[in-house]
T-cell receptor, first 111, second 115 residues
Framework: GQSLEQPSEVTAVEGAIVQINCTYQTSGFYGLSWYQQHDGGAPTFLSYNALDGLEETGRFSSFLSRSDSYGYLLLQELQMKDSASYFCAVRGAGSNYQLIWGAGTKLIIKP | DGGITQSPKYLFRKEGQNVTLSCEQNLNHDAMYWYRQDPGQGLRLIYYSQIVNDFQKGDIAEGYSVSREKKESFPLTVTSAQKNPTAFYLC??????????????FGDGTRLSIL
């Protein structure tokens, strides 16, 4: 089967750095995406990795290691508005190439 | 501004009733999707459509139906056959079709509950 694993909850302090990990098991691999969702809101796209390495977009970076079936989202200079759930999603060859979503990581930021 | 509009924001269903959730997009995207989200869980794909008059079942299509008569519109009907419909329903669209890696853009969702 296809599955993604990510921690259910992570707590960090405002101004700090936090890393949210995602491991996946899919038949075939066509990219790892990250989305942010505030409570009751719509998911919004953050980043996408198709190749190994680090992609940086402002305070957010995303990393992929295809050999380890692993990726992470790195958030720097945390702000209270970053409190949200973060989802990794992988496109694999199974299930007709649809995105498979992790259960989400709730990021709690303390002042 | 371009975007995806879902309505209504809240919807209540009575026993044995079919209800329809609306999704309209003005992004000129070819692909559209319906997802279901339950508390503490990720998104699960109900149906997707790559082009007008074509749609495919996702992992949890039983008890749901869709139509794609116009590029802009992809309504979802939750039928009485769906015995556990209480969830947050999200509509999304993407450019480049279902098989592309373009990001998906989401509406604000419809929260469906049983009366």
């Amino acid at each position: 089967g296809q599955s993604l694993e990510q921690p259910s909850e992570v707590t960090a302090v405002e101004g700090a750095i936090v890393q949210i990990n995602c491991t996946y098991q899919t038949s075939g691999f066509y990219g790892l995406s990250w989305y942010q969702q505030h409570d009751g809101g719509a998911p919004t796209f953050l980043s996408y990795n198709a190749l190994d390495g680090l992609e940086e977009t402002g305070r957010f970076s995303s990393f992929l290691s295809r050999s380890d079936s692993y990726g992470y989202l790195l958030l720097q200079e945390l702000q209270m508005k970053d409190s949200a759930s973060y989802f990794c999603a992988v496109r694999g060859a199974g299930s007709n190439y649809q995105l498979i979503w992790g259960a989400g990581t709730k990021l709690i930021i303390k002042p | 501004d371009g975007g995806i509009t879902q309505s209504p924001k809240y919807l209540f269903r009575k026993e044995g009733q079919n209800v329809t959730l609306s999704c309209e997009q003005n992004l000129n995207h070819d692909a559209m999707y319906w997802y279901r989200q339950d508390p503490g869980q990720g998104l699960r794909l109900i149906y997707y459509s790559q082009i007008v008059n074509d749609f495919q079942k996702g992992d949890i299509a039983e008890g749901y139906s869709v139509s794609r008569e116009k590029k802009e519109s992809f309504p979802l009907t939750v039928t009485s056959a769906q015995k556990n419909p209480t969830a947050f329903y999200l509509c999304a669209s993407s450019d480049g079709g279902h098989y592309s890696n373009q990001p998906q853009h989401f509406g604000d969702g419809t929260r469906l509950s049983i009366l």
